[in-house]
């Protein structure tokens, strides 16, 4: 794992579509519209760069019983990338945190309940040792930590699609500030990785 100097990061990761949307706006658990693109060269590549240095991955409720059901059963499946089998890998083994004010206590390996806003979450995270920060698609946890301007490093995947309507990840109101563009990558059916820095 890459130790960070000077702090660790809080680095946040999503798929858009061409018109801003996360997800599409009649079924918002439906992601078939992202499968072309998130078995593109680029967008296997984009991820490993983004967990290979985080040693925490800070989820929502939601979104962490898609990931923690689905990305295990990819450990040791037939045929299955072997850059998707070292994600999940890393996701079974790395520290999870999970936001949520429902559930009791956690059903998966290495995973911790918490139920505070994720500013607060993410600013006790920062204050210990470790790796990057990594929130994984959760839109909940982005748009708050986006809100509170904590977000040092803005990963996403842009898929040449209109999903039309549905919800926006920048919100109207968030704290106005400059970003570096630290990495660009272009792959199969148009799809576009960014990674930007957050200039402080």
Do not use: C
Request: overall charge negative.
């Amino acid at each position: 794992m890459t130790e960070q100097t000077g702090g660790r990061r809080v680095v946040t990761n999503m798929n858009l579509s061409l018109d801003g949307r996360y997800a599409r706006p009649d079924d918002p658990q439906d992601m078939s519209w992202v499968m072309p693109y998130a078995v593109t060269d680029v967008s296997r590549d984009h991820l490993t760069s983004l967990w290979e240095p985080a040693t925490t991955a800070l989820l929502g409720r939601v979104n962490a019983e898609g990931f923690l059901g689905f990305w295990p059963t990819v450990i040791g499946m037939e045929g299955a990338d072997p850059r998707d089998e070292a994600f999940a890998k890393w996701l079974a083994d790395t520290d999870k945190v999970v936001l949520s004010s429902t559930l009791g206590e956690a059903p998966w390996e290495r995973t911790t309940i918490v139920d505070k806003p994720a500013a607060e979450v993410a600013a006790d995270l920062k204050a210990t040792e470790g790796g990057d920060i990594l929130v994984l698609s959760s839109a909940s946890v982005i748009k708050a930590l986006l809100a509170a301007d904590k977000v040092d490093r803005l990963a996403l995947t842009i898929f040449p699609v209109f999903l039309g309507g549905g919800p926006r990840l920048f919100d109207d109101g968030l704290p106005a500030g400059r970003w570096t563009l630290v990495s660009q990558a272009t792959g199969e059916h148009g799809t576009l990785a960014l990674v930007y820095d957050r200039v402080r």
